[in-house]
C-alpha cells in the first residue's frame, strides 16, 4: 500500500512517501525503516527501490525528501534558501529527520535507517542524538559521504568548476522548467537512450528530472552541496566507536563521490563496522 503526502519539517514543506502504513496510521509490528535520500533527494528516483524491498523486510518503509527539493502543494510557503541558508544546509535537513522521528515514530518502534550518500552523513548525524541513537536499532550507509567529500573527484569538480557558476546552471534550469512538458519529456528520453546509469523506471526518471529542473530545487541541490563540502571533513570517530555494532556500511567500486580511499581510511580506523564493497 503506497501514499505520499507533504508535512512541514523545520518550518520547510517536506514530500514524503510510504509503504505499508502512512505516517499517521498505526504502525503494524514493531519495526520500522526510514531511508535517507541523498542529493537531489527526488522522492520518485527511490520508488522502484524501496516498492520492492518493503515486502521483502516485511515492515513499513518511510522515505522524506529533503526540504526544498520538490515543489509542495501551492498552499504550502517555501521559505526563501537567501534568507533562511540554514534551513538546507546538512544541519537544517538532519533537524527535518529528527524532529519527523520525535514526532511521528512512536518510542515503542524499532528504527531501521537506510542512508544514502550524504544521507548516510546524516544518519551519522542522528546517532549523536541519544534519544534517537538508543531507537535506532541499525544503520545501513550506502554509499555513503563520510568524510572529505571536497577531496573526492566529484568534489574536486565541484569545488573548481561547478560552484562558480550556480547562477548559471540555476538559470538553466529555470529555462529548461520553462519548456512544455512534451518537451522535456522527450530531451529527457533522449538523455536516459544516452546516459546507462540510472537504473529507475523510465517515467520515474522523467519524472525526477522535470522535479529537479526547476530554479528551486538546482538551487537547493547545489546549497546544499556546497555545505556539504565545507562541513563533512573528519571521519565522526566517537559515533563509530559507540555504535560500532549498528553501524553497517555499504561501498561501491567506482563512486566518485565516496572512493574507495575512504572505505580503506574507515576500515583502518574503526576495523569493527561492518563494511561491504560491491563487486561491480
Keep these: 500500500m503506497f501514499r505520499d503526502g507533504w508535512i512541514i519539517l523545520n518550518k520547510v514543506p517536506v514530500h514524503v512517501s510510504t509503504w505499508g502504513c502512512w505516517i499517521e496510521d498505526s504502525i503494524p509490528g514493531d519495526s520500522i525503516l526510514l531511508f535517507i535520500t541523498g542529493n ?3 522522492l ?7 516498492s520492492s524491498l518493503q515486502p521483502m523486510i516485511d515492515m513499513p518503509v518511510w522515505v522524506l525528501s529533503h ?5 509542495p502543494p501551492y498552499e504550502l510557503e517555501v521559505p526563501n534558501i537567501k534568507n533562511n541558508p540554514e534551513l538546507y ?21 524499532k528504527i531501521y535507517i537506510v542512508g544514502h550518500s550524504v544521507g548516510g552523513k546524516i544518519s551519522v548525524e542522528l546517532l549523536k542524538d541519544e534519544n534517537i541513537a538508543k531507537r535506532i536499532e541499525q544503520a545501513h550507509l550506502i554509499f555513503p559521504v563520510l568524510e572529505h567529500i571536497s577531496e573526492s573527484p566529484n568534489g574536486k569538480l565541484y569545488t573548481s568548476v561547478v560552484q562558480h557558476i550556480v547562477p548559471f546552471l540555476v538559470f538553466l534550469s529555470w529555462m529548461f522548467s520553462m519548456l512544455p512538458k512534451t518537451f522535456q519529456s522527450y530531451l529527457i528520453g533522449l538523455f536516459l537512450r544516452w546516459n546507462k546509469h540510472f537504473t529507475c523506471i523510465k517515467e520515474d526518471c522523467s519524472e525526477g528530472i ?6 528551486q530545487s538546482t538551487s537547493t541541490a547545489l546549497h546544499l552541496a556546497l555545505d556539504e563540502m565545507a562541513t563533512i571533513k573528519d571521519l565522526d570517530n566517537e559515533v563509530y566507536e559507540k555504535y560500532h555494532s549498528k553501524i553497517y556500511c555499504y561501498y561501491a567500486q567506482n563512486d566518485r563521490w565516496a572512493p574507495l580511499d575512504q572505505y580503506h581510511h574507515l576500515m583502518k580506523e574503526h576495523p569493527k563496522e561492518r563494511k561491504i564493497v560491491d563487486s561491480n
Aim: no cysteine; proline share 5%; glycine share 10%.
Design 67 to 71: 526540504g526544498g527539493f520538490e515543489s
Design 40 to 42: 537531489p533527494g527526488i
Design 89 to 109: 544546509s546538512v544541519a537544517g535537513q538532519t533537524k527535518q529527520k529528527s524532529e519527523f522521528i520525535e514526532k511521528y515514530i512512536p518510542e515503542s518502534k
Design 210 to 215: 522535470m522535479n529537479l529542473f526547476t530554479s
Design 44 to 50: 520518485v528516483f527511490y520508488n522502484q527501490f524501496l
